[in-house]
Structure formats: structure tokens, C-alpha cells
């Protein structure tokens, strides 16, 4: 039996250890990860936060823990807004001191919402993006294993720095890579064109890679408000949903073909759009770079750059597109936007 002074010791030896682990905030957003089974059986977000960590026992164990409820969303019904006020929240929390962040959210849109918020945030302190495929009603549900990994990912020392990271099936990826890449399997999320910067093993994180990131970032508070188009090419498309655009939208990303092609009849409608607003030219394949001057018939990369359209390089149309948006949101010029994107 334990003396009293023994206890005494005990409890303040374990509350010296736990004031040593770093400080890592979970931030709730929705998704299938926070879900439940509604009145007609299908999944609806309703778990807190808290909810998600007491799920996990023994998650206190790798850092000390706060819980924010942010938002209750599908990962579809988040807005850019929602990002870009959860990215000021998250630098406001790293000037105070908390360690690192796990953001838990809907699938849907985790390749969307990662980029962008790595754009937006400022911070050293790492931000690991996290949810599930699968709903805690459903056998084999893998949020907890995702928010355990997420975790030991935030607090780890060597995650300072990387910005933001999208972590699933123990895989850490980069925001500027990742692409949701199944619609229900667990391992959905792949970096196509340079594979994981690590994994989780035995609790730590181990990165293999690691990736720059671009020295400018986007400045908040966005300042006006920018709606992007998104077209994509596809065979035999006669270009009818480019008219007009530009009286409707402030700038245009073109999913094209390969290594940046689009049909023959729409290379003068894309000339006259891109003398009125910014038209960025991405490769609708998943994993590749826009060429500049390999090919050079109407339509392809050489002859687009041409006329005046942007180079996306290796972001994907999705990713180009917020890249987009929030640099006409923040008021950045056309030269400020060409150089943006040379530099990602």
C-alpha cells in the first residue's frame, strides 16, 4: 500500500511529465469522422470534438489536448470562407504557444481544404488534416486509428515546419500533393507524383521526404469577393461553356488534356478570355506537369502560354483553381498571380 507521500510523489512526477508534452489543439469541422446514424439511418455529422477523443483512450498519453468545435459540416458544404477563418484561428493559437493542430473533416474535400489552409496559414507549427472513410456506426471504422496517428504526427518535433499535411491509413502527405484518389476505400488518399513524406510507425512519426514550401504566401483578410470557373476539356466538346465567362467569373482554370491541350475551336474563345481575366492552364490527369514548348499545334501547351493563359505546372486543376481564388481575393494583380503560380 502506497504511503501518502508516495501518492503525493506519484501525481507530481505524472503531472511534470504531462506538462512536458507539447500542446496540440484537435479542431472539428464535420464530416464522416464526427458522424452518426440520423433519424432515416443514414450518416449526419453530430460527434464534438471531445466526442472524438474519448473514442481514442489513451490519446493524452502523446500531448496535452484542447478540443475546438469549429464547424459541424459535410466535408461538401465547407466554404472557402470556413478555411480561411479557421487559417486565421490556427496562426492566433500559434502565437500563443500550442505546439501543433489536427483538423478533422469530412473526405470530400480534405485535397481542397489542406491546400488552401497551408496557403493561408503562417505558422511553424505543423497542421495535420484527418478524417474517416468509414462512420463509427460501421464495422472497422478507421477515424480513431486516423485522429491517434494525427496526433502523435502534430506533436512530433520534426513536423515543425512542413505547414499543412493530410494524414490517412498512417500515410502523411503533403497539401500541395495529395488527391483523393477512392470514393470508399480507407487508404483513398495518394500523392501520385512523389509518394507520402512518411509514416506513422510504432507511434512516430518517420518522414522520408520533406517539401519546400513556397516562399509567398497569401495574405489575409481576403478583401473582395472572387468567383474561379473550373472547365474541363473533354472529347468533342465544342467550348460552348466558355462563353461568356468573362462577364460572369474573375478568373477561369481549364482542366486540359495531357500535357496541357485543349480542342482546336477553342483556342480563340480562350485568347479573347484571357485578355479579360486570368485563365490558368492545368493537366485534368492527376499527376504530371503542363509542358511549355514540346508541342506546338493549335491548342496545345506552347501555342495556349501563348496566347496569354497561365501555367499551372504540377498543380492539379482543383488545387490551381483555389490558388486562383485566393489571389484575386486578396486583391494580387496580374503579374502578382503569373508569379504565384512560376513559383509553385
Known sequence: MPTTAATAAAEATAADTREALPSVLIVSLGGTIAMTAGPDGGAVPRLTAADLVAAVPGLDRYARLEVLDFRQQPGASLLIEDVAELARELDSRAAQGTAGFVVTQGTDTIEETAYLLDLLYTGRPPVVVTGAMRNPSLAGADGPANLLAAVQSAAAAEAAGLGCVVLFADAVHAASLVRKVHSTGITAFASPDAGPLGQVVEGELRLLLTVRRAPARVALPFTRQARVALIPAALGDDGELLAGL??????????????????????????RLAAAVPVVLASRTGAGPVLSRTYAFPGSEHDLLSRGLISAGRLDPLKARLLLTALLRAEVGHDGIVAAFAQR
Open 246 to 271: 468573362e462577364g460572369r467569373f474573375d478568373g477561369v482554370v481549364i482542366a486540359a488534356f495531357g500535357a496541357g491541350h485543349v480542342p482546336q475551336g477553342w483556342v480563340a474563345r480562350l485568347e
